[in-house]
């Protein structure tokens, strides 16, 4: 079955630095992967659309600013969390849409702790 | 507009015995359903899927989940629990611009 990837799986940073988060397809090409972000006991909110070569797509009360979406490759979207915060400690899931009828893969996530 | 109910925030249920986890949507159109899994600290994986076809759909580790249109739910079942079960699942519906919405979750406790 189709793989997702991402990377790191656990990630310590400071108040105020920048952390990058990778999502890989690993064994298909995606043109939209999704990111997510999951508080502890509850369920998935989706921040942003991410779409091959193109701007993402942010809902509503996303900081755009802070939350840096790329989408530079069919199999490769980075979420960087810009000036982090303790408050956005966070569980982080993406997940890449298959061309086959709209099913996703879910990579296994990223706990984000800032300190 | 859409949306997906869990009624129960957790449920425990005795190994051995069945299983039935609720999932309510609403939805303008035929709904893509879906069930999820996710074990502590893991990303989700995707236990079943009705897109049409057959109302009774089989999934993996031994799961099934019911399409009742009449109802809008979509119910999981499960006949015999295991304690590798334990776990939040997620009942999921989409597309919408090809978003998929997830409901509360359910967390399944085993008891031996």
């Known amino acids: 079955g189709a793989v997702v990837s991402q990377h790191p799986s656990r990630v310590i940073c400071k108040s105020g630095t920048s952390v990058k988060i990778e999502c890989r397809s690993l064994?298909?090409?995606?043109?939209?992967m999704f990111w997510y972000r999951q508080f502890p006991k509850q369920s998935l909110m989706l921040m942003a659309t991410s779409n091959e070569g193109s701007k993402a797509t942010y809902e509503q009360g996303v900081e755009k600013d802070k939350f840096l979406i790329n989408h530079a490759s069919l199999t490769l979207s980075t979420l960087t969390v810009t000036s982090a915060h303790p408050e956005d400690s966070s569980f982080y899931i993406c997940s890449a849409l298959t061309g086959r009828e709209n099913e996703q893969y879910f990579g296994p996530g990223t706990r984000l702790t800032v300190t | 507009a859409q949306s997906v109910t869990q009624p129960d925030i957790h449920i425990t249920v005795s190994e051995g015995a069945s299983l039935e986890l609720r999932c309510n949507y609403s939805?303008?159109?035929?709904?893509?359903l879906f069930w999820y899994v996710q074990s502590p600290g893991q990303g989700l994986q995707l236990l079943l899927k009705?897109?049409?076809?057959?109302?009774l759909v089989q999934g993996i580790k031994g799961f099934e989940a019911e399409f009742k249109r009449s109802q809008s739910s979509f119910n999981l079942r499960k006949p015999s629990v295991h304690w590798s079960d334990a776990a939040e699942y997620f009942c999921a519906v989409g597309p919408q611009g090809f978003k998929t919405i997830f409901g509360a979750g359910t967390r399944l406790f085993v008891k031996a």
């Open positions: 939805y303008g159109a035929t709904p893509y």
């Open positions: 009705y897109f049409s076809g057959d109302t």
């Open positions: 064994d298909f090409q995606a043109t939209t």
